[in-house]
């Protein structure tokens, strides 16, 4: 069964500094995908960022990277020079190919950036 | 804009009082999911439509059902909800691109639901 850990329930960073969300996933489905969702205190969850368990380079999105360690199982999302707007939920969650459509989720990281 | 959209956002109803949530889509995806989330913890799925086939969740209550009367809209039924269902629902929809994984389900703004 496909599996999602976040860690950290919680992550304070300094305005403009870089931080790492991370997140750890276990599948034995060879062919999957992973995303990063951002959850604001509004409710909607909005897509940041994916990355296909066969893509040979990290994704990127502007601000947001992935740092995806396959042996490692690890899918850290890497946000660069944070933003008081980046204070959110945000959760992990993978596809297997094999899933049926499903998406799982980790249980998310809140992430708080101060002035 | 091409989005998901719910109604209400926010919807108080009594105990065992039946309530409809609503769910609408301009992106022509085929499949429509809902799923409960719960203060501080993640999403967890309810079911989902891929076209006019329903999927349910194993552990899902019998008494949340679900209608997609057509491709653009999609209800989520509370037969008799009780103090454990207040939840935000969220309502999401994805192309249906069978086993591509990078498939993206994208969310409409959730709908809070309050029992009293």
């Known amino acids: 069964a496909q599996k999602i850990t976040q860690t950290q329930p919680g992550m304070f960073v300094q305005e403009k500094e870089a931080v790492t969300l991370d997140c750890t996933y276990d599948?034995?489905?060879?062919?999957?995908?992973l995303f990063w969702y951002k959850q604001p205190s509004s409710g909607e969850m909005i897509f940041l960022i994916y990355?296909?368990?066969?893509?040979?380079q990290n994704a990127t999105e502007g601000r947001y990277s992935l740092n995806f360690q396959k042996a490692r199982k690890s899918a850290n999302l890497v946000i660069s020079a944070s933003q008081l707007g980046d204070s959110a939920m945000y959760f992990c969650a993978m596809r297997e190919a094999r899933g049926a459509q499903k998406l799982v989720f980790g249980q998310g990281t809140r992430l708080t950036i101060n002035p | 804009d091409a989005m998901v959209i719910q109604n209400p956002r926010y919807q108080v109803t009594q105990f065992g009082k039946p309530v409809t949530l609503s769910c609408s889509q301009t992106?022509?995806?085929?499949?429509m999911y809902w799923y409960q989330q719960k203060s501080s913890q993640a999403p967890k799925l309810l079911f989902h439509y891929y076209d006019k086939d329903f999927n349910n969740e194993a552990d899902t209550p019998d008494n949340f059902q679900s209608r997609r009367p057509n491709t653009s809209f999609c209800f989520l039924d509370i037969r008799s909800p009780g103090l454990g269902d207040a939840a935000m629902y969220l309502c999401?929809?994805?192309?249906?691109?069978?086993?591509?994984?990078?498939?993206?389900?994208?969310f409409g703004p959730g709908t809070r639901l309050l029992v009293l």
């Open positions: 990355q296909g368990s066969y893509d040979q």
């Open positions: 992106l022509n995806h085929n499949v």
């Open positions: 999401a929809t994805s192309r249906g691109h069978g086993t591509f994984t990078g498939e993206t389900q994208y």
């Open positions: 599948t034995s489905d060879p062919s999957y995908g």
